[in-house]
């Protein structure tokens, strides 16, 4: 290879490493939690008797604490983004009512899988 392809394939190469360095990291994952939302949970937080007072639609600090104590109590992790298992405990799970063979579908606490016997022992 000569002298000058040598020199722009290293400009090339530094270009690129220095371009990669300069671009800020985006956050990822969810951010915050949208209004509507933090209503649902507080909502939820309240019928379970883990929040008092009425939905102000912002995760407030008694809100954070009562996601908390939710979490802590089933021995879940405690940190303040609401756990998977704290929002289907509180009913604000997935919604199943689209699926297409809902009585066959593989759902949490589901007994489909229980019924089919081992290969070779039907």
């Known amino acids: 290879m000569s002298?000058?392809?040598k020199a722009s394939a290293r400009t090339s190469t530094s270009k690129k490493k220095k371009s990669q360095k300069r671009s800020a990291r985006r956050p990822r994952g969810q951010q915050a939690i949208e209004s509507a939302r933090a209503i649902q949970i507080q909502e939820a937080l309240i019928a379970a008797g883990y929040l008092?007072?009425?939905?102000?639609?912002?995760?407030?600090?008694a809100t954070k604490?009562?996601?908390?104590?939710?979490?802590?109590e089933n021995g879940w992790q405690t940190r303040v983004v609401p756990?998977?298992?704290?929002l289907i405990k509180l009913g604000l799970g997935p919604d199943h009512s689209n699926l297409l063979n809902?009585?066959?579908a593989m759902l949490p606490g589901s007994t489909a899988s229980a019924s089919v016997a081992p290969a070779g022992q039907q």
């Not at 604490?65 to 802590?72: D, E, G």
């Not at 756990?83 to 704290?86: E, G, K, P, S, Y």
Request: no cysteine.
């Open 3 to 5: 002298s000058a392809k």
């Open 52 to 61: 008092k007072g009425s939905p102000s639609g912002k995760m407030d600090a």
């Open 65 to 72: 604490a009562a996601l908390v104590k939710l979490q802590s």
């Open 83 to 86: 756990d998977a298992r704290a």
């Open 102 to 104: 809902p009585d066959t």
